[in-house]
Structure formats: C-alpha cells, structure tokens
C-alpha cells in the first residue's frame, strides 16, 4: 500500500545543507503492524512527515494505493491526509481549551461531508479508548495517557487505512504506555495499517515488522513472530 | 469543510481573550460611534432650524443696514450704517403689490432696573404690526398699538427671561421699570419663544414702541433692520426684488453700487445652514474614515498576533485535512467576526449617545437607516479588507514548522 524508493531529504539552512534521509527504500503492505526504529536524530519524524504528506521530499518516489504523492497539488494532499491517514504524535497535539470531543471532530470539518452521525461517532471513539466519562473534558484536564487517547480517537473518526504514530509513548508513564500500545495493537486486528515510530526495542516489539534507520537509511529489517 | 461547524469550534478560541479583542476594536467602535452621532446631529439642528423658521414665519425677509455676511452659518453685519430708516419702511409697503407688511426695529443692549435689580438686555424698538410678523404672542397684559407709538409713550412688554431676572414670581403688568435711566410701564409679557437658531435666548429682550425707542433711549434717527412679510411664501421672490427696488431707489443707489442693504431670506438662511453642515459633514467623514482605517489596522494586528500564538493550532488543522483555503475561511470569518462585532458595538454606543445629546438639546432624535447600513456594510468591507493579508499569511504556514512550533 505503501512504496518508497530510494527517497532523499535534505534541509538547506544558509549555506549549511543537512542530508536526513540519503536513501530510503521499504514497502508496506495494507494491514501490516511496522516500527521504525532509530536513535535520536536520525530522521524518523522527517520520514513520517514525509509518509504523512505533509513534507516533500527531496527525491525519490512515493507510492500510496498506487498513487504517485508527487503528481498530487496542495489541495489533493489534504484531502489525502484527510481521508487515508490518522496522525499520532509524541506532543498529541490537540488544541488546547477544545473539548476533547471537539478535538475529535476536528478531521470531520475538513471532511467531504459532515456526516450527521459525527457527535456519536467520536463519542463511540472516545468511549472505545476509554474516555466515555471524559468527552467534555479540555486538554488542560487531562493526564499525559489520556490526552494521547484523544489523539488516537481523533486519528480514527474519518475511519483512516493508515496510522501515522511518531513516538506516541515518549512522553508517557509505562502504566499509559501499555494502554496506548494495547489500543494500538487492537487497531491492527481491526485492520489497520499501523507505521509506528520509536527508539525504544521494547515499543517496536508490538509491530509485526521493524525496519531501522541508521545514516539516512534503511539498513535491517526484522520479522518478529 | 463545513463552515459553520469550523467556526463554531474556532471561535471558541477568540472569547479568551475578551478585554485584548474589545480593545482592538476600540477604532472601528469609534469611528461608527462617531458617524451614527454626528450624522443625528446634523438632522437634529436641521429639524430644528426648520421648526424656527416655522416660528419665525416662512415668509417672512429680513432687511438689515448694510451688508450681512454669512460666517459660519450665522448672519453678521459687517458695519453700522445709518441710511436706514423708519420712513423707508413705509415706502415698501406703499409701493409694492406682493407685501403685506414692513416693520422698522432698531435694537440696543441697555441695563434694565426695577427695583434694586437688574439685568442687561436687548431692547427692540419697533412697531405694533411686529406681532403678526414675527408671530409674537402674549403671556399677560397687552401690547402697544399704532397710536402708544406715535405718541412716544414710554410703555415695555418684556420677554419671559427679563421677567424672571428681575421680577422673579412677581406679576410686572402695570409697574415700572427703568431703561437707562428712562423710566417705562410694563404692559405685557410676552410668550416664551426659546432659542433661535443661533442658539441665541429670543426671551431675552424688551419691545418697545419704536418712536419712544428712537427719541428717547437710543437718541438715533436711522434704525438697523426692517422685517417685510410677503403675502404668501410663493410671492416671496417678487417681494423681495420689490423691497430691493423700493430701497435702493429711496437710498438713491446708482446702477452698478453695491445696495447699502441686505435682504435675507429666510430659505437662504436655511441654505446657509445647510452649507455649513454640509462642510462640518465632510469634516466628520474624515475622521470616521480615518477612525475606520486605524480600526481595520487594530483588527490586522489583533489577527496577526491571534495568528502567532495559534501557529500549532494551524499545522494541527492542515495535518488533519485543513487546505489553505479552510485556514484562509477560517481567520477571514475570524475578522469579519470582529469587525462586524465593532460595527454593531458602534452603532449601538453612537445611537445611545446621540438620543441622550438629542435629549439634552431638545430636538427629534432621527438617524436614516441608510446611515446605519452604510456603517455595517463599511465594517463589513474593513473586516474583509484588513483580515486578508493575516488569513494568507496563516493558510502560507508550513506544516511541519507549525507543528513543531512551540
Ligand atoms: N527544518 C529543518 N531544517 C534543518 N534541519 C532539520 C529540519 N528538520 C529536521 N532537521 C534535522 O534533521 C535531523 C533529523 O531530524 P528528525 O526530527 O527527523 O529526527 P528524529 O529521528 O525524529 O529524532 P528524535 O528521535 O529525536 O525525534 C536532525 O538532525 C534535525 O536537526
Ligand atoms: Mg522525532
């Protein structure tokens, strides 16, 4: 479902030019669980800003359902992030004195249509990663692993193939990180396609595949059981 | 997008900082404020102006001595002139066909005592025929007739304000009071007529015969201003050529010299007043329009701060879907929000003060809804205007830096 060859970025910042990725090649296939791992700095958040159509790269191609991203304009891209991808991040990003199912709503206003069940299926969301007590609540009052529950629902409710998850635990007790990681594994028997992103062995035990990113590429993968 | 659904969840964001965005709107608030106030104003005095003229008599023209120049929207004789005179009166009346009646007045500001009070006010000598002219009407007492002015009898109907600054609640009918030094028997009081339209206090004064005037008190043979009634108000154009004809012939003015008069209709002085709100108009537009533009500017920089402090917010919508035209919708709605909120601000502060000044200067609070509307619509044009260089500013973020801003 997703196919990248030998894909290159470079940053130019003045004269100084930073090459991240040098050559990056991997596929996944729909349903598939994949970590990607790498120590700090190494270019896995670029590489998932790059997977998540929100950076272009500086060459190389990518492939999503057989789409070329580089034939698409800005406008496509959205729709695109939109509809196929549901992004986690290690800062949950949610904006701030939004409710939390507010929050959730947030991809079904930039969404084709604003289906009339909206309210329901975040609340069905929020209740399925645990929250049903908490929709009205505001990021501020909320714990670290909850605020990621709420990012994760919302990464759900425009029910997307692909979830992006960069370091969705960094930030997180290892009492929430088991849960985000349990819900995380759930969604794969539901289906979804799951790019995890982490430094940490014991995260990327959970994906079925791990691929490691060392000088800007790809140079193992591993098959878990 | 949806729209509606999109700025239901934005605007919540707005609402925290309310005294920021109220103070930011503070230029557009006043710029409508001060339209709606001024623009009431304007049809405030002209109702007024128009209800004095009403008063006065529309067909009523006034000759003065000399010339009469219109400065600031009030008539002023430029100097004294003795060519005036009581006779000269009679001869309009005598050779015109469109008037009804000429009535000479000399007036003077003399100290007036009874008693151990006083008070400085103006006297007016004139004849009895200025009752119909002028539309005076009497509180107590009578007025002078033809022959208490021939005779030069020393007899004063006073104005309302007279009466109280040295009478207080006392009846004046049949007591004496001293003009200068000449004493005068009060025979009536005249009913209040309030302010003219200078402003100037028309029960200020004391009418007396205008011989009496002349021989006694002003020791003067000329007088300064003749009042002439037209038969009808259509007649007035013909009057007042025949009036100009009459004088100018008596004055014995050469074809080409200047009249040693002025005839003042009381349209032209409407006109006058007119023309002179219609500068003090164009002097308010400018500083609503100006009030206007430093407004749209608060507004441009309410938003770009609003922007900097919501750049997460804004790659947190792009990355779930947002295009840059829904950034773009989402902070134009935003300042559209705000202006039209000043807008409506305004116009309701500005129509709240302007029925208080109505109020207090005692004219018909009016206000045309096109005025209203042009106001909305202006704010809705600066909202527009100076919400979109910040609104393409946000929907031009980069995504990922907007994410990663912290
Ligand atoms: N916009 C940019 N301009 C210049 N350099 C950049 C930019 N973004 C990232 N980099 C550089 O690219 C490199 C990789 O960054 P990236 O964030 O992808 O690493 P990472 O593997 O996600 O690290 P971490 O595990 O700490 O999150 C870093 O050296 C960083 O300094
Ligand atoms: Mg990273």
């Known amino acids: 479902m997703i196919e990248l060859k030998n894909i290159t970025k470079s940053f130019q910042n003045g004269t100084i030019k930073t090459d991240v990725l040098k050559d990056v090649t991997f596929g996944v296939q729909r349903g598939e669980f994949v970590a990607i791992m790498g120590s700090s700095g190494n270019g896995k958040t670029t590489l998932m800003n790059i997977l998540g159509c929100m950076l272009k790269m500086s060459g190389g191609s990518y492939a999503l359902d057989g789409v070329d991203i580089e034939t698409l304009d800005d406008d496509q891209l959205s729709d695109l992030r ?58 501020g009052e909320l714990s670290g692993g909850q605020h990621q529950r709420v990012a994760i629902a919302r990464a759900l409710v425009n029910d997307p193939a692909i979830i992006l998850a960069d370091e969705p635990t960094g930030n997180l007790d290892s009492e929430s990180v088991r849960e985000i990681m349990d819900i995380l594994k759930r969604l794969h028997k539901q289906g979804k396609t799951i790019i995890l992103i982490t430094h940490d062995i014991n995260i990327a035990r959970y994906a079925g595949r791990t691929v490691f990113l060392r000088d800007g590429k790809i140079y193992n993968e591993e098959v878990s059981k | 997008m949806n729209i509606t659904k999109n700025i239901i969840i934005s605007q919540k964001i707005l609402l925290v900082h309310k005294v920021r965005t109220v103070l930011s709107l503070s230029g557009i608030i006043i710029g409508i404020c001060a339209v709606m106030i001024m623009v009431s104003i304007g049809k405030g005095t002209e109702a007024k102006i128009i209800s004095q003229i009403t008063k006065m008599g529309s067909n009523v023209l006034v000759v003065n001595a000399g010339q009469v120049k219109i400065i600031a929207g009030r008539a002023r004789q430029t100097k004294s002139v003795t060519t005036l005179e009581p006779r000269d009166a009679l001869s309009i009346i005598a050779n015109s066909s469109n008037i009804n009646y000429a009535v000479p007045a000399q007036n003077k500001k003399l100290q007036v005592k009874y008693g151990n009070l006083n008070t400085t006010t103006n006297i007016v000598g004139t004849t009895a025929d200025i009752l119909k002219v002028r539309n005076y009407a009497l509180s107590k007492g009578k007025f002078f007739d033809a022959d208490e002015d021939k005779g030069s009898r020393r007899v004063a109907v006073l104005g309302q304000t007279v009466v109280e600054n040295i009478f207080g609640q006392e009846n004046p009918v049949g007591e004496m009071i001293r003009i200068g030094r000449v004493p005068f028997e009060v025979i009536g009081v005249l009913a209040p007529k309030g302010l003219d339209m200078n402003g100037a206090d028309q029960d200020d004064q004391i009418v007396i015969p205008l011989k009496t005037a002349l021989r006694r008190l002003f020791n003067l043979t000329y007088i300064n ?97 947002a295009k840059k035209s829904d950034i773009l919708i989402q902070f134009l709605a935003e300042s559209l929000l705000l202006s039209i909120g000043g807008g409506i601000i305004g116009i309701i502060l500005g129509i709240t003060i302007a029925v208080i000044i109505a109020i207090f200067a005692n004219w018909p609070f009016s206000l045309s809804l096109n005025v209203v509307a042009i106001s909305f619509l202006s704010t809705i044009i600066m909202g527009i205007l100076f919400g979109v260089y910040p609104a393409q500013k946000a929907a031009q973020l980069d995504i990922v830096k907007a994410l990663q801003f912290e």
Do not use: C, W
């Open chain 1, 82 to 139: 939109n509809k196929k991808i549901g992004f986690v991040f290690q800062s949950f990003n949610l904006l701030d004195g939004t409710s939390a199912l507010d929050n959730v709503l947030l991809p079904l206003v930039y969404a084709e249509e604003y289906p009339d069940d909206a309210r329901e299926r975040a609340t069905q969301l929020l209740e399925s990663v645990g929250l049903g007590d908490r929709i009205h609540y505001k990021p």
């Open chain 2, 225 to 321: 201003a003749i009042y002439v009634q037209a038969t009808d108000i259509t007649s007035m154009g013909r009057a007042e050529s025949e009036t100009r004809t009459v004088l100018r012939e008596a004055h014995h003015i050469r074809t080409g010299k200047p009249d040693d008069f002025t005839v003042q209709n009381q349209v032209s002085v409407l006109e006058a007043q007119r023309e002179s709100s219609r500068t003090f108009t164009l002097l308010i537009s400018a500083i609503a329009a100006v009030s206007l533009l430093v407004g749209g500017i608060g507004i441009m920089a309410i938003m770009l701060i609003s922007i900097k402090e919501r750049i997460k917010e804004i790659g947190i919508r792009r990355a779930v879907g």
